[in-house]
């Protein structure tokens, strides 16, 4: 997912004043700028920096149109671990992306059938109520929808719209190498990411711009103030 600046298992940075705070002050500075960057700087460098997401790959973690809060590196644990969803910028394109790391280095990775494998095993994915959308033409679809749960516990959402038979639904067996980390976009029929080597590959854990901290806005009832997992 390419990102524009503006102004989805993350809760490094607690919710409570200091982040209540910075959300009120993020949502006025969003209302005063429009879409133009928001950097809140305290005392010194950026701490955080609000993006606008504009596209479906993050489905049904984050919505088109959803304003959400990154806490940058200066704030965030910088080793990133699996289940994490990062906000990266691209080296060749300069456009910043948001994803799932799926992969540390040294793990092995391949989709088999549109089954995600990790160190040789099959990831456990369950089946649960179906997930309303729209197509590219505004028709109300229903999307295959599963709950995704890694090796630590950790579980997300993701959805496959073209069930199992999607083109990216099937991978060669791929090995992340060091200082790097694989991503998949939770919207995975939908989602330009680590699978396209060509295009991306693992990305570099140094472009690795920050974590969701929160969410400020969004056009979708119950979503403003929640934290992106």
Request: charged share 20%; proline share 8%; glycine share 8%.
């Amino acid at each position: 997912m390419t990102l524009t600046t503006a102004g989805p298992k993350v809760s490094k940075l607690p919710v409570g004043l200091p982040l209540l705070i910075l959300w009120c002050v993020a949502v006025l500075a969003f209302l005063l700028l429009g879409t133009g960057a928001i950097w809140l700087r305290v005392w010194g460098p950026a701490l955080v920096r609000a993006y606008h997401i504009p596209s479906t790959s993050m489905l049904p973690t984050l919505q088109i149109e959803d304003r959400v809060l990154v806490a940058l590196h200066t704030i965030q644990q910088p080793d990133p671990r699996r289940g994490d969803i990062v906000f990266h910028r691209h080296r060749r394109s300069g456009n910043v992306y948001v994803h799932r790391i799926i992969g540390l280095p040294g793990d092995s990775i391949q989709l088999v059938s549109g089954r995600l494998h990790l160190n040789g095993s099959p990831v456990p994915r369950e089946r649960v109520e179906d997930f309303s959308t729209v197509d590219i033409r505004g028709k109300p679809i229903s999307v295959p929808h599963y709950r995704e749960t890694l090796p630590d516990r950790t579980s997300y959402f993701v959805l496959e719209q073209e069930g199992d038979r999607g083109f990216l639904d099937n991978t060669e067996l791929m090995r992340v190498p060091e200082g790097r980390v694989f991503v998949l976009g939770d919207n995975r029929d939908n989602s330009m990411d680590s699978r396209d080597s060509k295009e991306m590959g693992p990305i570099p854990i140094a472009d690795i711009l920050g974590y969701p901290a929160l969410t400020l806005w969004s056009r979708h009832e119950g979503r403003a103030g929640s934290v992106p997992r």
